[in-house]
């Protein structure tokens, strides 16, 4: 069975830092490209970042530069460090499993974690 428990959300003012957790478990983690996506209120579930099992990362433009995603094997753990937070980062953030296909698509992961809530306030 395999699980992602992510962890980390909060409320963080504006310019400021949040680092969130996903571990997962009931999968090869080593082997598994893995990625956050979000949700704001009212709107679709977008990409934010993929790393891939070779440590190759990929981020949607309005994150480049200020997100990182990074992954420790030994954990079954990927991050994603969140710098210079805006109020348009709002959202539930989503860790996912990758099964195949198109990085930036939904459709392409098969499991989900519960979420983590992040707020930004101005």
């Known amino acids: 069975q395999v699980q992602l428990v992510e962890s980390g959300g909060g409320l963080v003012q504006v310019g400021g830092s949040l680092r969130l957790s996903c571990a997962a478990s009931?999968?090869?983690?080593?082997?598994?490209?893995m990625a956050w996506f979000r949700q704001a209120p009212g709107k679709e579930r977008e990409f934010v970042a993929t790393?891939?099992?070779?440590?190759?990362?990929y981020y949607t433009n309005s994150v480049k530069g200020r997100f990182t995603i990074s992954r420790d094997n030994a954990k079954n753990t990927v991050y994603l460090q969140m710098n210079s937070l805006k109020p348009e980062d709002t959202a539930v953030y989503y860790c996912?499993?990758?099964?195949?296909?198109?990085?930036?698509?939904?459709?392409?992961?098969?499991?989900w974690g519960q979420g983590t809530q992040v707020t930004v306030s101005s």
């Open positions: 996912a499993a990758f099964a195949g296909g198109t990085y930036a698509s939904t459709k392409s992961y098969r499991y």
């Open positions: 009931g999968l090869t983690f080593s082997s598994q490209a």
């Open positions: 790393i891939a099992s070779s440590g190759n990362t």
